[in-house]
Nanobody, 119 residues
């Protein structure tokens, strides 16, 4: 199973970006799909999660500005980020909890995509 993230880039404060992450491989089902972010010298921070049943959860730091959505038919998750702030600058990583072809639940991580918010 591989996760491929895309959509990062450089944006000015107040701008928007949309991140996408697609899961490929021997996948029977995906429960959670979500986003985390990492900055140098800090612990990895959870951002948002969407379950297969459509339940979404958000970190307080981004609530009201970011929206997570899933397309279960394509094993993809998106993160719409609006009103971006310099503090949102980080590498954004997607994670999926996957039921593999071997009938095991495992967490998989994507490679990360850089988001830089700067004027």
């Amino acid at each position: 199973v591989q996760l491929q993230a895309s959509g990062g880039g450089l944006v000015q404060p107040g701008g928007s970006l949309r991140l996408s992450c697609a899961a490929f491989g021997s996948i029977r089902s995906i429960y959670d799909m979500g986003w985390y972010r990492q900055t140098p010298g800090k612990q990895r921070e959870w951002v948002a999660t969407a379950t297969s049943g459509g339940i979404t959860r958000y970190a307080d730091s981004i609530k009201g500005r970011f929206t997570i959505s899933r397309d279960n038919t394509k094993n993809t998750v998106h993160l719409q980020m609006n009103s971006l702030k310099p503090d949102d600058t980080a590498i954004y990583l997607c994670k999926a909890t996957v039921l593999t072809g071997g009938n095991l639940w495992r967490d998989y991580w994507g490679q990360g995509t850089q988001v830089t918010v700067s004027s």
